[in-house]
């Protein structure tokens, strides 16, 4: 096994422990057994277990910014843009199952300093969804409603999906959770 197919391989074993036994649960004893190795071994991977919750929170948390600023960037219609991100969280969700759940479950176990920016992004990102409603509602693009109510609700409709690809799941599936998603939740604010 080369060292990149190695390295991978101690990340989805990292990631699917933190996963299901939780992030104070999980030792650096627990991801060695796992792989196969001894415990001295993971530090050729990771220098301490903070550093992949860190380095697995802002790199997804980068993909997230990265397509929401894009999609701020366009000419869409608040509808259009709030179906894109639908289907940005949906393929995030799908291709970063674990990932995608640690910005809901984990990221509380930062240290001060990291979990400070994060929830500095998180905040940035929050704003840009409450900015599409609010410029969705001006235009009468969604029903008249409160911008902020309506950005807290969409961003709990959708930070759940990880759960449907978590043990795996085809294209197809994740396709069709896109459509149910966006006729669901597009159909409550569209006027």
Known sequence: MSVADRRANFTKIAHRLIYEKGYKATTMRDIAQNMGCDVANIYNY????????????????????????KLMRNELTPK?????????????SYERPYQAAFLIDEWRHLSNEKLNLFLKERHQYESWIFDIFNTGIMSNDFRIIDPKIASITFLSSIRWVHNQFVNGSSPKQRIELEVHLTNCIIGGYCS
Request: charged share 30%.
């Open 46 to 69: 990771t220098k301490s277990k903070e550093s992949i919750l860190e380095q697995s929170l802002f790199d997804t948390s980068a993909i997230f910014h990265e397509g929401i600023k």
């Open 80 to 92: 259009e843009k709030l179906i894109e991100i639908i289907k940005l969280h949906v393929t995030i």
